[in-house]
């Protein structure tokens, strides 16, 4: 199975400033259509999760423009640009290009 | 509005069955393919199945092959997971979640139901 890590598992971030989680698959996730297979989601408390970043890029609709999804190959990263207090939860990063499809182990992201 | 609402979770014991449903509305329900997650207490994400917008694809994750089963019925605009032999690891919310559209690359899941939660336990 395609094994799907993510740092830091917490952050604790002043509202206005920048957040950053990296992920990294051990297998490429780069398919032969040219579209890379990770996706980013957030699960805020007590909801259930919403997708924020498909195909590495493509941010969600409804999704605000400060999240962004970067990277290619095995090493991939979502930045906030300016964290703001709805923006708590735990974030995974999700591979869909080899079967099982998995998800990282989670970020928990807090705010200051 | 489009969303999906699931049912059929309870408590079971280990060795029984469940049949969960999940209910599409607000968009053409065959035009998309359909996902199933789950979330033990506590745990982080865990893809199950998957299903194509016209049910000839179907993956289970490998736990669960041979005792979950995936299916569609249009005419209702409803998924079910038909659960067997459920173990204690089972136990968890499950979520179903709306996948990539016709054509579409991926399997970006942009609408999710709540969940339904099941218990195994004896």
């Known amino acids: 199975d395609v094994v799907m890590t993510q740092s830091p598992l917490s952050l604790s971030v002043t509202p206005g400033e920048p957040a950053s989680i990296s992920c990294r698959s051990s297998?490429?996730?780069?398919?032969?259509?040219?579209?890379?297979?990770l996706d980013w989601y957030l699960q805020k408390p007590g909801q259930s999760p919403q997708l924020l970043i498909s195909?590495?890029?493509y941010r969600a609709s409804g999704v605000p423009d400060r999240f962004s999804g970067s990277g290619s190959g095995t090493d991939f990263t979502l930045k906030i640009s300016r964290v703001e207090a709805e923006d708590v939860g735990i974030y995974y990063c999700?591979?869909?290009?080899?079967?099982?499809?998995?998800f990282g182990p989670g970020t928990k992201v807090e705010i200051k | 509005q489009v969303q999906l609402v699931e049912s059929g979770g309870g408590v079971v014991q280990p060795g029984g069955s469940l049949r969960l449903s999940c209910a599409a509305s607000?968009?053409?329900?065959?035009?998309?393919?359909i996902l199933w997650v789950r979330q033990a207490p506590g745990k982080g994400l865990d893809w199950v199945a998957f299903?194509?917008?016209?049910?000839?694809?179907?993956y289970y994750t490998e736990s669960v092959k041979g005792r979950f089963t995936i299916s569609g019925d249009n005419p209702k605009n409803t998924v079910h997971l038909q659960m067997n032999s459920l173990r204690d690891e089972d136990t968890a919310v499950y979520y179903c979640?709306?996948?990539?559209?016709?054509?579409?690359?991926?399997?970006?899941?942009?609408?999710w139901g709540k969940g339904t939660t099941v218990l195994v336990s004896s």
């Open positions: 979640a709306r996948g990539p559209a016709t054509g579409s690359a991926g399997y970006s899941m942009d609408v």
């Open positions: 607000g968009f053409i329900f065959n035009h998309y393919g």
């Open positions: 299903m194509g917008y016209d049910g000839s694809h179907k």
């Open positions: 297998q490429s996730l780069l398919y032969s259509n040219g579209y890379t297979y």
């Open positions: 195909l590495g890029f």
């Open positions: 999700m591979q869909v290009l080899h079967l099982p499809f998995t």
